[in-house]
C-alpha cells in the first residue's frame, strides 16, 4: 500500500450529524404545509439533488418550493428552517484536529447545498470548517456530486498528489467504492472508534 499523503473527509455524518426530518417539520410549523408534503417537494422532486449539484441557485430553491407548496415564506426563514438541523460530532472532529496536529494534510469533500454550507460556516459550533482543512471541495461549488468519478479526479488535482496516496473517509459504501475505482484508499465511516481502529491498521498514528 502506498503511503498516504492526504487524508479527505466527508462532513454529513462523518463529522457533523443531520435530520432531515427536523427541516420538514420545521418548515411545516412556519408554512401549515404537511412535513410529508415538505419532504415530497425537496427531496421525492428532485430540487435538492440539482440543489447540491449547483444546478439550481438558492433563490432558485426558493421560488420553486413557494410555488410548489403554495406559501409566501422569505428566502432566509426558509433557508434557516431547511438548515437548523446539524450537531458537531465531537468524538470525530477532536480526531481531524489530532490528524492536522499530527502533520497529516486533510481535506473536504462533501455533497452539500449553499444555504447549508453558509449555515454551518456561520455556527462557532462548526468553527473547524473555517481553518480545518488544506482544501474544501463541495458538490455545488464544483457542479459534480459523489459518486461521480470526476469530483474525486478534482480531488486529485488539489491535493496534488498520486490518487494511491490518497485516503478517503465517508459514511456511504457507494462513495467509498467509487473513489476506490478512482485509485484512492477509503474507509467506510460507521463510528469514531472504528475509523481510529482503521486508521492504526494503516499505521497513521495520531497524538
Not at 497529516?104 to 455533497?111: H, I, M, V
Amino acid at each position: 500500500m502506498k503511503r498516504i499523503e492526504f487524508i479527505y473527509f466527508d462532513l454529513g455524518n462523518v463529522l457533523i450529524s443531520f435530520d432531515h426530518s427536523l427541516a420538514w417539520e420545521q418548515i411545516s410549523g412556519l408554512t401549515g404545509v404537511p412535513p410529508e408534503r415538505v419532504e415530497a417537494i425537496l427531496f421525492n422532486s428532485g430540487l435538492q439533488t440539482e440543489y447540491e449539484k449547483g444546478e439550481i441557485s438558492t433563490e432558485d430553491f426558493h421560488q420553486f418550493f413557494c410555488r410548489q407548496a403554495g406559501v409566501g415564506i422569505s428566502l432566509e426563514r426558509l433557508c434557516f428552517a431547511a438548515s437548523n438541523i446539524f450537531e458537531p460530532m465531537k468524538d470525530s472532529i477532536q480526531l481531524l484536529r489530532s490528524l492536522k496536529q499530527a502533520g497529516f494534510r486533510t481535506g473536504l469533500l462533501s455533497n452539500t447545498c449553499d444555504c447549508h454550507w453558509k449555515f454551518c460556516l456561520a455556527d462557532d459550533r462548526f468553527d473547524f470548517l473555517r481553518s480545518g482543512f488544506e482544501t474544501t471541495i463541495l458538490s455545488f461549488e464544483v457542479g459534480l456530486a459523489k459518486p461521480d468519478t470526476g469530483i474525486y479526479r478534482i480531488a486529485a488535482n488539489r491535493a496534488n498528489c498520486d490518487p494511491a496516496s490518497i485516503l478517503f473517509i465517508d459514511d456511504k459504501q457507494e462513495n467509498i467504492e467509487a473513489a476506490q475505482t478512482y485509485g484512492f484508499d477509503g474507509i467506510h465511516f460507521r463510528t469514531c472508534s472504528k475509523l481510529s481502529a482503521e486508521l492504526s491498521n494503516r499505521k497513521l498514528a495520531v497524538l
